[in-house]
């Protein structure tokens, strides 16, 4: 298994442009999550998703969006880049089910600069 | 909602002796604290998780401690060696399987293992 990944490794974006952030796994995890990672923080909660077709709000998802039509991928979009979203950026999934019920799975990470 | 504190921010610590990082929690309802490492350009990945119906847990030379009443737990390193040398995150979140869909996360503690 592959676990999760997630293209590109990094990318620069200038102001108002838009990108898809691509996250994909293998594992057949129904659950599946996209955080960002500032400098000195926390990882934030940016979208998650419990299954293919279903997605919901996470802590801080304002200027940006997701859609989940198949279990194993689950793209963010960013449509308006603005330098506030210059982050790194993780996707992660979980089985729900099972004695690992509670384990997320990360990806390696986007680096992502918004100029 | 939850708020999770983490300290110290940094740590540094000779090879061979233990390292201690402590986190609180603000949420009663939180019943699942995990335990992520960060190596440098890589994505957390999960090295212990305790749930609230325990009190104490040991993975070799790593144990995670809960102290339910004071809402606070703590990741305890014996033995540490220059492998040790990444970003410590704690997080908590409460339900399980279908209810844990968010994990909080501390801002995470840099440990440096000088040899």
């Known amino acids: 298994n592959a676990g999760v990944t997630q293209t590109p490794k990094f990318r620069i974006l200038k102001i108002g442009q838009s990108m898809t952030l691509q996250c994909t796994q293998d594992m057949n995890h129904n659950y599946m999550y996209w955080y960002r990672q500032d400098p000195g923080m926390g990882l934030k909660l940016i979208y998650y998703?419990?299954?293919?077709?279903?997605?919901d709000k996470g802590e801080v998802p304002n200027g940006y969006n997701v859609s989940r039509s198949t279990t194993e991928d689950f793209p963010l979009r960013l449509e308006l880049a603005a330098p506030s979203q210059t982050s790194v950026y993780f996707c992660?999934?979980?089985?729900?089910?099972?004695?690992?019920?509670?384990?997320?799975?990360f990806g390696p990470g986007t680096r992502l600069l918004v100029l | 909602g939850e708020n999770v504190e983490q300290h110290p921010s940094t740590l540094s610590v000779q090879e061979g002796d233990s390292a201690v990082i402590k986190c609180t929690y603000s949420d009663s309802a939180s019943n699942y604290f995990p335990w992520y490492k960060q190596e440098l350009g890589k994505g957390p990945q999960l090295i212990i998780d305790?749930?609230?119906?325990?009190g104490e847990k040991k993975d070799q030379r790593i144990a995670v401690t809960l102290n339910k009443t004071a809402k606070h737990f703590s990741l305890h390193i014996t033995e540490t060696q220059p492998e040790d040398s990444a970003v410590y995150f704690c997080a908590a979140s409460k339900g399980s399987g279908a209810g844990s869909y968010q994990l909080t996360f501390g801002k995470g503690t840099k440990l440096s293992v000088i040899p």
């Open positions: 998703s419990v299954g293919a077709g279903i997605t």
């Open positions: 305790i749930r609230s119906n325990v």
């Open positions: 992660a999934s979980k089985d729900p089910r099972g004695a690992t019920q509670e384990t997320q799975y």
